[in-house]
């Protein structure tokens, strides 16, 4: 494998727990970690503090992919059809802006990118979107229990009710970029 095909690409969809879940069936990806950025607070946030909605940090996943495999294109229009990026600060029954749709664009490539897939994208809804578009700044991993969460809670309430449906939708919208 060729390092230089390896990329970082890091959005935030509401819970955390919807959005790794999404992109750990996508073709080409390697890792995907949850955590927290985008806040100001003094040391590392923890998850009741981000939950608070003081710290201003979002919930996000941050995802490292072969771009030889899947681009960033592509990562991002399965971030946009897999959660509503037209409400404001809320996904579902999760509110705050601790849930707000963003990207978290890592150089001005990334950037460039993500304004043309965020105006390509406008078509699709009939309410306007409001996907955050900000540079990168500190990455904070999420606490362990919320690593690989669907995965080890499959049967756990939210997991049913909530990924299940998006996981779904994954697969009727993506079918051709899952492995």
Known sequence: MDKSNIKVATVGGGCFWCTEAVFQEVKGIMKVVSGYTGGKAPGRPTYREVCSGL?????VVQITYDASVVTYADILAVFMTTHDPTTLNRQGADTGTQYRSVIYFHDEEQKK????V???MASFYDKPIVTELSPLEVFYEAEAYHQDYYKNNTSQGYCQVVINPKLSKL??????KLK
């Open 55 to 59: 710290t201003g940090h979002a919930e």
């Open 118 to 120: 965020l105006s390509e």
């Open 113 to 116: 990118v993500a304004e043309i």
């Open 171 to 176: 697969r009727k919208l993506h079918a051709e």
